[in-house]
């Protein structure tokens, strides 16, 4: 089996005429807090600190910066094709032996739009491809609906329950692999 490859930011950002994924900017940091003091982004992600300050956010800002860097991860802003604002935030964890876990949250103020989806169809799609990836993996706390139907939309395969996976407790199993995407 092949390494991965080290990837770079994609450029131009990866877009689909509707959102744009680009790096996170340090003016992000007043519309990341906005965003993660609400209750559900809290409520279905138990890691995000409580409460969160802006200071939260420029640590969060300056991490991922380094996580592009070092490799560890690559985390993009969700914005409106054309336009700054922040709607959100996704990132590919690792990759490590050519597996990685991506990860997501909408703001309040741009959910049901069809953002997530979008967003999650460009990154795993650019992740497979560029990382070389034989899984990309996503979970999500087991009454987490709204998550697991944009995995399903994008082609994730639900595996199974995994009791007690992270602190909120049990969490359900998705992923894709490059035989999921062959038709595409
Ligand atoms: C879950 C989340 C990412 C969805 O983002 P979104 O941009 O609103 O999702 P989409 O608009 O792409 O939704 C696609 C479909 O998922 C379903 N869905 C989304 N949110 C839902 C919810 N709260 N309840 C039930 N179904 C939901 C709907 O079927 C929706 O399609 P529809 O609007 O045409 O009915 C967002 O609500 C969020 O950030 N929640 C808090 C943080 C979180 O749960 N992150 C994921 C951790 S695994």
């Known amino acids: ?6 990837v770079q930011p994609p450029h131009p950002p990866l877009h689909d005429g509707d959102v744009t994924l680009r790096p996170f900017h340090e003016d992000d940091a007043e519309s990341v807090a906005r965003a993660c003091r609400d209750p559900e982004i809290r409520r279905w992600i138990p890691t995000i600190p409580e409460p969160y300050t802006i200071d939260d956010a420029v ?12 490799g560890h991860a690559a985390a993009f802003a969700i914005v409106e094709s054309g336009d700054s604002r922040l709607l959100g935030a ?7 032996d050519r597996r ?10 741009a959910r049901r739009r069809g953002v997530a989806t979008r967003a999650l169809r460009l990154v795993s ?4 491809r560029e990382m070389g990836l034989v899984r ?5 706390l087991e009454g987490n609906v709204g998550s697991q139907v944009v995995a399903e939309r994008c082609g994730f395969v639900r ?5 007690n996976y992270d602190d909120g ?5 998705f992923s894709l692999v490059p035989a999921d995407l062959a038709g595409e």
């Open 169 to 173: 407790g049990d969490c359900v199993m």
């Open 136 to 140: 990309l993996a996503l979970y999500t």
């Open 90 to 96: 996704i990132t590919i964890h690792g990759p490590r």
């Open 100 to 109: 990685a876990f991506v990860g997501y949250w909408v703001a309040p103020w």
């Open 1 to 6: 089996m092949t390494e991965a490859r080290p």
């Open 59 to 70: 640590t969060f800002i300056e991490r991922v910066e380094r996580d592009w860097a070092e």
């Open 125 to 128: 799609r650019w992740a497979m």
């Open 159 to 163: 595996e199974g329950v995994l009791r």
